[in-house]
């Protein structure tokens, strides 16, 4: 084991009160390719004002769908890895002993909720979950019903059927997920700065820490007072601030980590 290990192991055993903040770095090891890793990174082909705006939604519609029900059916086909089941074991052995563990991610998939985590604070929105462009009605869609597969490459646009919105009858149902330029969703920013304000510890994993509001959101509870465990293979902004930076992945450095409790 690390000395880095050895040394956050210690951190984890004193800790009750816990923030863990995630990343596309989470999923990575479950297939989900991150954002901006050379190579594998999915703004590789496309930049994010593309696909990931409403200009380019109300611009091109189809390819924007295209792009999010491709990912959903990717996130749906793939498992939680060793590092998200290791943080849902961490977050039921803490509220076992009257403690809390809160995860706060900006990865729009359900893999943490499928590796046991509960109460997931999702800051960037869900893959799984629509609303109405225009009056922000909730809506229901089901991606399978496109024909399209996470096999297929998403950059063959597929037509997408434009789903009205039930409520107002003008909009257009658009994904749950926070684009560029929009704002966090309020409640969950909430809880979890409330959250990192009482933490004792905080674990960043695989996060680049290049988009904001997120990515100032471990200073806040390094601020007041919490021990600051970040876990990359490689070094960003946040990694000299860090109490202890772990230069490893989430499935191998989680379970190293919490092996004592899980
Ligand atoms: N384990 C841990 N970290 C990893 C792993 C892994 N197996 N593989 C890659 N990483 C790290 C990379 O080193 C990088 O620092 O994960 C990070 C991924 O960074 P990004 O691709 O920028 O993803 P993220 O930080 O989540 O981006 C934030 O930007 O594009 C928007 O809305 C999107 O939520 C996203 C936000």
Redesign the pocket.
């Known amino acids: 084991m690390s000395s880095h290990i050895q040394r956050a192991t210690e951190l984890v055993a004193e800790a009750e009160s816990v923030v863990v903040l995630t ?4 999923s ?2 479950s297939g989900v390719p ?4 050379a190579q594998t ?1 999915l ?1 590789q082909r496309f930049a ?1 004002e593309q696909l ?1 705006t409403e200009e380019a939604f109300r611009a091109n519609p189809s390819m924007v769908w295209t792009w999010y029900v491709w990912r959903a059916m990717l996130v749906d086909s793939v498992d939680p890895n060793a ?1 998200h089941h290791a943080i849902g074991t961490w977050q039921q052995h803490l509220a076992a002993r009257d403690g809390s563990l809160t995860v706060a991610t ?3 998939d359900d893999l943490h909720e499928r590796g046991g985590a509960q109460d997931v604070l999702h800051l ?1 929105g869900s893959l799984h979950s629509y609303r109405c462009l225009e009056c922000g009605t909730p809506g229901t869609f089901d991606p399978a019903s496109t024909g399209i597969t996470a096999d297929q490459d998403f950059d063959h646009e597929t037509f997408v059927p434009t789903v009205h919105c039930d409520h107002c009858e003008l909009g257009v149902l658009r994904p749950n ?2 684009w ?1 330029g929009e704002s966090l969703p309020e409640q969950a920013f909430a809880a979890a700065v409330s959250a990192l304000q009482q933490a004792q510890l905080v674990v960043v ?7 904001q509001p ?1 990515a100032s959101l471990p200073l806040i509870a390094h601020e007041a007072g919490a021990s600051l465990i970040e ?4 070094a ?1 902004t946040l990694s000299d601030t860090a109490d202890i930076y772990i230069p ?4 191998v450095a989680l379970p190293e980590l919490l092996a004592d409790i899980v």
């Open positions: 990343g596309a770095g989470m990575a090891e991150t954002f901006r890793d990174g703004w994010p990931a590092g900006q990865n729009v960037h997920v926070v560029f994993v695989g996060s680049s820490g290049l988009v997120a876990i990359n293979p490689a960003t490893s992945t989430a499935a």
